[in-house]
């Protein structure tokens, strides 16, 4: 038999057990199964306190087996999920996307929902939850479900708003989509950041009009932007003020894809209008 505990910051400790289902997201309890009372009593629904409006709803489902823990990803933006367990390594990260599923491994599993937190008005940081698997028998005393909110219904009504993003087309566009090029193409199985030179051709190439970008200062500007907005200004390396430039700049380029401030498809979609400007002469 399962035991597993979630915890969070600001948000009650939940522990539930095998054939139990846990639902969690910024206003989960419209999911909970109500023509099915049995299903229903099984289930239990958790707002996760300070989600920013752009974070689905229902962003989880943590269904317990008799032997297996297993996530369900519903939300529209990614997580990662970083465990540990007993074998050569060590350790996994993996990146969940809408609609994917993943076997959580027996001990500590965290959960990063990347810009999942809200600090400010247009400030987001990262929303962090630790889920334990264990195989110990759970502790009557110790499953307790959150409080019910009076304003549960209301919330439920709220619209998830869309995430934050750069202005498509614009300089801080362009030059995330040279950034983080390597990591959306997986030509490369350590992709390596571009170079500021390397980014002012590729947006050269891509709008034929580059923003001033062959001054290294403007590539630089134009990165520092990237970066506040990717991971918040509690994680921006540029805050940090340590560590190499050249790693700096590899964890913007990975973070920018993985949050997906530019898309394989906005990558495909600059290509195509290049192939399209390049007009076969006529034939002689």
């Not at 209301?154 to 801080?172: G, H």
């Not at 947006?203 to 590539?219: M, P």
């Not at 506040?228 to 050249?246: I, M, T």
Request: charged residues 30%; negative net charge.
């Amino acid at each position: 038999m399962l035991r597993v505990t979630l915890r969070g910051s600001g948000l009650p400790t939940v522990t539930l057990g095998s054939g139990e289902t846990l639902l969690f997201g910024r206003s989960p309890h419209h999911a909970v199964p109500e023509d099915d009372p049995d299903e229903s009593l099984r289930t239990t629904a958790i707002d996760l306190p300070r989600c920013a409006p752009h974070v689905s709803r229902l962003l989880g489902e943590l269904v317990v087996g008799e032997e297996i823990a297993r996530l369900r990803w519903h939300g529209s933006g990614e997580t990662q999920v970083s465990s540990l367990f007993d074998a050569p390594g060590g350790a996994r990260r993996v990146t969940l996307a809408e609609g994917m599923s993943l076997l959580l491994d027996e001990g500590e599993n965290q959960l990063q929902v990347m810009r999942g937190r809200q600090v400010s008005a247009d400030v987001f940081d990262d929303l962090s939850i630790e889920i334990d698997v264990s195989s110990s028998t759970p502790d009557p005393e110790a499953r307790r479900r959150p409080p019910e909110s009076e304003h549960d219904a209301d919330v439920d009504a709220t619209a998830t708003a869309p995430a934050p993003r750069l202005p498509k087309l614009s300089r801080e566009w362009y030059v995330a989509l040279a950034l983080a090029e390597p990591w959306l193409t997986g030509t490369d199985d350590y992709p390596r950041p571009p170079s500021n030179r390397e980014i002012y051709e590729r947006v050269l190439h891509w709008h034929t009009y580059a923003w001033n970008l062959e001054r290294a200062q403007r590539v630089d500007d134009a990165i520092r932007s990237i970066s506040s907005l990717a991971f918040g200004p509690k994680d921006d390396p540029f805050r940090a003020g340590a560590g190499r430039a050249q790693n700096v700049r590899f964890a913007i380029g990975r973070r920018t894809a993985e949050v997906r401030l530019v898309t394989v498809e906005d990558l495909e979609e600059v290509e195509r209008a290049v192939s399209a400007r390049k007009v076969p002469p006529l034939a002689t």
